[in-house]
C-alpha cells in the first residue's frame, strides 16, 4: 500500500519558493498536488492509497484571511477534500484566531481531524472540541490502519492564554498508550499522524515501540531518507505544500516487512496526471480573490532579506523596527519564529509583507528598567548559544559580548546610540505574543503590558509606505574577543 502525506500546509495553496533547489524556483500548491495524488490513485488503486496531513492548515499566506465555513482559512478544508485527504492532525497554528474559529474548522471539517491528547478542561474525557476524533481507522487493500493523532504538548505556550483555558493538554506518549489498547487487535498498522516535531517524533517512537509509523509536522522537516528508531519509521514531508512524501510498504502479520518513502518535488509544470476540474476551479476562484485583495503596491525593497535559523538576520531586524517605530520606543525586540518569509529586493506588494507577518498579532509595550534590559539581552544569548530558544531580533540596540568560561557576557549595552543607564527605564515595543509568552520568549515575567490597537501588519505597511525598505546588514549584537 501507498501513505502519501504532506504537513505544515499554512494555507500555502499556490507555487512558492523552494529554497533547496537551484535559483529557487517556485513549486507546489495544490493544483500540483492534486495531479500527484491523482497518479497514485491510477498507480495503485483507490483502494491502495491513504493521504495524511500531519496538521498546521492555518496561517501562512492571504487565503487565511478569506472567510469559508464562517471560518478564517476556512478555504483549506475545501482544498483538502478535494485533494481527497483522509485525516488531518490538529496542529498549533489551528489555534492562531482562537477558541471558536479552531472549534468551527473542526465541526466544519469534511476529513476527520484527529488528535487524542487535547481533551477539554472541565471533563477531560471529552475532546476538546466537538467532531474532534482522537483515532480513525481505514481498510486499504485488505490492511486495516489505525491513525492516532497527536499535537504537540507544548500548545500552551504556542497559543493565547484565552484560547488554551478551554483545554487540557495530555502527554502525546500517555494519549497513545491509551489509543492503543482502545484500538486493541482490531488494526493490522498502527500509525501516529503527529504535530509534535522531529526530535519529539524521534521520543514517542522510544517511548511507545508498538507504533509501525510516525507521519509527522511541526519542525518543517524535509526528512530524506526517512528514519527508523527501533522498529518504527518516521517520515516529514518539507512544509508549504511543496513536496508530497510517497510512503511504500508492505504488511505482512501485523508488521511493516517492506519500506520505502520519499520527497516529490511539485513541479507545477511538470505534472504526472491531469488534476481534477473541481481543484482547478477551487485554486483558480479564491486566486483571483486573494488577487483582487492582496497584488496592491506599497514599495519597494532595495536588497535581499532572507530568513535565518541561527542568529539575526535583515528581515528580523526589520520586524524589530517596524514595531518600534509603530509605537515610538525606545527598543525594538522580535521572535525569530514570529518572521515567516523574507523579502526580495524589487516591488513590495501587500501579500509579500502578508508573508512576513501572517499572525493577528498587536503591537504591544513595556517598561524594563536598564539593567533588566541587560538581562533579557543575556538570557537571548544563553539561549540561542544553547539552541534552547530562538534568536532575539532587535532594533534601536546595540550590544557587545564575549564568551567568559563558557558563557556569554555583556561587554557593552547601547540604546539609541548612548551606554544604557541601569536605573533608567526604557519603553521596548513587540508584539503581543511575545508579550503573553515573556516568560518563554524573552526569560521575563512581565507584571502588565500594553496591547496596542495597531496589528503588526499594519504597522509594516505604513513603514513600507514612507519609502524603501533598506535591508540592516549590521547586526545588532557582535562578538568580541
Same mark, same amino acid.
Given at each position: 500500500?501507498?501513505?502519501?502525506?504532506?504537513?505544515?500546509?499554512?494555507? *500555502?495553496?499556490?507555487?512558492?519558493?523552494?529554497?533547496?533547489?537551484?535559483?529557487?524556483?517556485?513549486?507546489?500548491?495544490?493544483?500540483?498536488?492534486?495531479?500527484?495524488?491523482? /497518479?497514485?490513485?491510477?498507480?495503485?488503486?483507490?483502494?491502495? %492509497?491513504?493521504?495524511?496531513?500531519?496538521?498546521?492548515? %492555518?496561517?501562512?499566506?492571504?487565503?487565511?484571511?478569506?472567510?469559508?465555513?464562517?471560518?478564517?482559512?476556512?478555504?483549506?478544508?475545501?482544498?483538502?477534500?478535494?485533494?481527497?485527504?483522509?485525516?488531518?492532525?490538529?496542529?498549533?497554528?489551528?489555534?492562531?484566531?482562537?477558541?471558536?474559529? =479552531? &472549534?468551527?474548522?473542526?465541526?466544519?471539517?469534511?476529513?476527520?481531524?484527529?488528535? =487524542?491528547?487535547?481533551?477539554?478542561?472541565?471533563?477531560?474525557?471529552?475532546?476538546?472540541?466537538?467532531?474532534?476524533?482522537?483515532?480513525?481507522?481505514?481498510?486499504?487493500?485488505?490492511?486495516?490502519?489505525?491513525?492516532?493523532?497527536?499535537?504537540?504538548?507544548?500548545? $500552551? *505556550?504556542? @497559543?493565547?492564554?484565552? @484560547?488554551?483555558?478551554?483545554? =487540557?493538554?495530555?502527554?502525546? /506518549? =500517555?494519549?497513545?498508550?491509551?489509543?492503543?489498547?482502545?484500538?486493541?487487535?482490531?488494526?493490522? %498498522?498502527?500509525?501516529?499522524?503527529?504535530?509534535?516535531?522531529?526530535?519529539?517524533?524521534?521520543?514517542?517512537?522510544?517511548? +511507545?515501540?508498538?507504533?509501525?509509523?510516525?507521519?509527522?509536522?511541526?519542525?518543517?522537516?524535509?526528512?530524506?531518507?526517512?528514519?527508523?528508531?527501533?522498529?518504527?519509521?518516521?517520515?516529514?514531508?518539507?512544509?508549504?505544500?511543496?513536496?508530497? #512524501?510517497?510512503?511504500?510498504?508492505?504488511?505482512?502479520?501485523? @508488521?511493516?516487512?517492506?519500506?520505502?518513502?520519499?520527497? +516529490?518535488?511539485?513541479? $507545477?509544470?511538470?505534472?504526472?496526471?491531469?488534476?481534477?476540474?473541481?481543484? +482547478?476551479?477551487?485554486?483558480?476562484?479564491?486566486?483571483?480573490?486573494?488577487?483582487?485583495?492582496?497584488?496592491?503596491?506599497? #514599495?519597494? +525593497?532595495?536588497?535581499?532579506?532572507?530568513?535565518?535559523?541561527?542568529?539575526?538576520?535583515?528581515?528580523?531586524?526589520?520586524?524589530?523596527?517596524?514595531?518600534?517605530?509603530?509605537?515610538?520606543?525606545?527598543?525594538?525586540?522580535?521572535?525569530?519564529? #514570529?518572521?515567516?518569509?523574507?523579502?526580495?529586493?524589487?516591488?513590495?506588494?501587500?501579500?509579500?509583507?502578508?508573508?512576513?507577518?501572517?499572525? $493577528?498579532?498587536?503591537?504591544?509595550?513595556?517598561?524594563?528598567? !536598564?539593567?533588566?534590559?541587560?538581562?533579557?539581552?543575556?538570557?537571548?544569548?544563553? !539561549?540561542?548559544?544553547?539552541?534552547?530558544?530562538?534568536?532575539?531580533?532587535?532594533?534601536?540596540?546595540?550590544?557587545?559580548?564575549?564568551?567568559?568560561?563558557? &558563557?556569554?557576557?555583556?561587554?557593552?549595552?547601547?540604546?539609541? #546610540?548612548?551606554?544604557?543607564?541601569?536605573?533608567?527605564?526604557?519603553?521596548?515595543?513587540?508584539?503581543?505574543?511575545? /508579550?503573553?509568552? /515573556?516568560?518563554?520568549?524573552?526569560?521575563?515575567?512581565?507584571?502588565?503590558?500594553?496591547?496596542?490597537?495597531?496589528?503588526?501588519?499594519?504597522? &509594516?505597511?505604513?513603514?513600507?509606505?514612507?519609502?524603501?525598505?533598506?535591508?540592516?546588514?549590521?547586526?545588532? !549584537?557582535?562578538?568580541?574577543?
Amino acid at each position: 500500500m501507498v501513505i502519501a502525506h504532506t504537513n505544515d500546509l499554512h494555507t *500555502h495553496f499556490l507555487p512558492n519558493a523552494a529554497e533547496w533547489l537551484p535559483d529557487r524556483p517556485e513549486i507546489g500548491g495544490f493544483i500540483a498536488l492534486d495531479a500527484h495524488l491523482q /497518479a497514485l490513485r491510477q498507480a495503485h488503486g483507490e483502494d491502495g %492509497l491513504l493521504y495524511l496531513d500531519a496538521g498546521d492548515i %492555518l496561517t501562512g499566506t492571504p487565503l487565511m484571511e478569506m472567510r469559508q465555513h464562517d471560518v478564517y482559512g476556512g478555504v483549506m478544508l475545501d482544498l483538502l477534500e478535494a485533494a481527497g485527504c483522509d485525516a488531518w492532525t490538529f496542529g498549533n497554528h489551528e489555534m492562531d484566531r482562537g477558541w471558536r474559529n =479552531a &472549534a468551527v474548522l473542526v465541526g466544519a471539517s469534511a476529513v476527520p481531524v484527529l488528535s =487524542a491528547n487535547l481533551h477539554k478542561a472541565e471533563r477531560p474525557a471529552e475532546p476538546a472540541f466537538p467532531g474532534l476524533l482522537r483515532h480513525k481507522v481505514f481498510v486499504r487493500n485488505g490492511v486495516r490502519v489505525g491513525v492516532i493523532g497527536l499535537t504537540t504538548a507544548a500548545l $500552551p *505556550h504556542l @497559543a493565547s492564554a484565552e @484560547a488554551m483555558a478551554p483545554i =487540557a493538554v495530555e502527554a502525546p /506518549a =500517555a494519549a497513545a498508550q491509551r489509543e492503543l489498547r482502545a484500538m486493541g487487535e482490531g488494526v493490522d %498498522l498502527v500509525v501516529a499522524l503527529t504535530h509534535l516535531g522531529i526530535e519529539a517524533d524521534r521520543q514517542l517512537a522510544r517511548e +511507545v515501540p508498538e507504533l509501525d509509523l510516525i507521519v509527522g509536522g511541526h519542525s518543517h522537516t524535509a526528512l530524506q531518507p526517512p528514519e527508523q528508531v527501533g522498529q518504527t519509521w518516521i517520515v516529514q514531508a518539507g512544509s508549504y505544500a511543496r513536496q508530497l #512524501g510517497v510512503a511504500r510498504l508492505t504488511v505482512e502479520e501485523g @508488521a511493516i516487512v517492506a519500506f520505502s518513502d520519499e520527497l +516529490v518535488d511539485l513541479h $507545477p509544470t511538470a505534472l504526472p496526471a491531469e488534476p481534477s476540474a473541481e481543484m +482547478v476551479s477551487l485554486v483558480e476562484s479564491w486566486q483571483a480573490q486573494v488577487s483582487a485583495r492582496y497584488d496592491t503596491v506599497l #514599495g519597494s +525593497v532595495t536588497g535581499e532579506m532572507r530568513q535565518r535559523r541561527e542568529g539575526e538576520s535583515a528581515i528580523g531586524r526589520f520586524a524589530a523596527e517596524v514595531v518600534r517605530q509603530g509605537v515610538g520606543a525606545d527598543v525594538g525586540v522580535y521572535n525569530g519564529s #514570529g518572521v515567516r518569509a523574507g523579502l526580495e529586493p524589487g516591488t513590495l506588494r501587500r501579500r509579500d509583507l502578508y508573508a512576513v507577518f501572517p499572525f $493577528p498579532n498587536e503591537v504591544a509595550t513595556f517598561d524594563l528598567r !536598564g539593567d533588566e534590559l541587560a538581562a533579557v539581552v543575556l538570557r537571548g544569548l544563553v !539561549g540561542e548559544l544553547a539552541r534552547s530558544r530562538g534568536p532575539l531580533q532587535w532594533s534601536g540596540l546595540r550590544y557587545q559580548w564575549r564568551l567568559r568560561l563558557g &558563557a556569554p557576557e555583556l561587554v557593552r549595552l547601547e540604546v539609541g #546610540g548612548l551606554p544604557v543607564d541601569p536605573d533608567r527605564r526604557y519603553v521596548v515595543a513587540t508584539n503581543s505574543f511575545v /508579550a503573553e509568552h /515573556a516568560q518563554t520568549q524573552l526569560g521575563v515575567a512581565l507584571p502588565t503590558f500594553v496591547r496596542h490597537e495597531l496589528l503588526v501588519l499594519d504597522a &509594516a505597511e505604513a513603514v513600507a509606505r514612507q519609502g524603501p525598505i533598506v535591508p540592516v546588514e549590521r547586526p545588532s !549584537g557582535i562578538r568580541v574577543e
